[in-house]
């Protein structure tokens, strides 16, 4: 086993009990800046249609910017259903304006620069000491903090329910823009 491999694993060790919500629970509403600092709230995106919440770890995630650019090339099929797409980091807001920009994304893009909202949908974790020698959080996270979301997506019906949940300790793996598509398929 490569450096990288076993180090990927002991960082997917410190995940492993991060549940998430469940299907079938109720989404916590939240208002949160997007990357511009306009205030962004749940319960209002969800007056139009179905939520696909999407929480990444960071810009400086490889893996997060190539599930979010997978994602911005299904926006118009999700919007055929409602839909609208919000991401959200533990990062400050121009972190999310880079995010955006570099990406060319066409979605909210949201700053829960102090983890309330990654805590209340139960997916904040501490990646451990290995991790901490090899990248400062603390420089990374709005809040100083040495604490990650497990990239997570939850598809979220306009009564707050959770009718879709895809929390994988194993941070490369993401729900498909297919397996979201079929969800919201299912729901119309």
Known sequence: MSKLQDFQKRVIAHALN???????ER?????????????ISLSENLKSGPV????????WCPICNLDLREVQQYVDQF???????????PQKP?????ITQKNALGFEVLSDSDQEVIKAYNLQFDPGEDYHQRR?????NGDGSKTLPV????????????IAAHVEANYTERMSPEEILKTLKSIN
Request: proline share 5%; hydrophobic share 50%; charged share 25%.
């Open 79 to 89: 919007k055929e259903y409602h839909a609208k797409i919000l991401a959200i980091s």
């Open 94 to 98: 121009d972190d999310a304006l880079t």
């Open 151 to 162: 990239p997570a997506t939850f598809v979220i019906a306009k009564d707050f329910k959770v």
């Open 18 to 24: 991060v549940r998430g919500l469940k299907v079938g």
């Open 27 to 39: 989404a916590p509403d939240f208002v949160l800046a997007n990357a511009f600092g306009k205030p």
């Open 136 to 140: 400062d959080l603390t420089l990374l």
């Open 52 to 59: 696909i919440l999407k929480f990444y770890r960071g810009e």
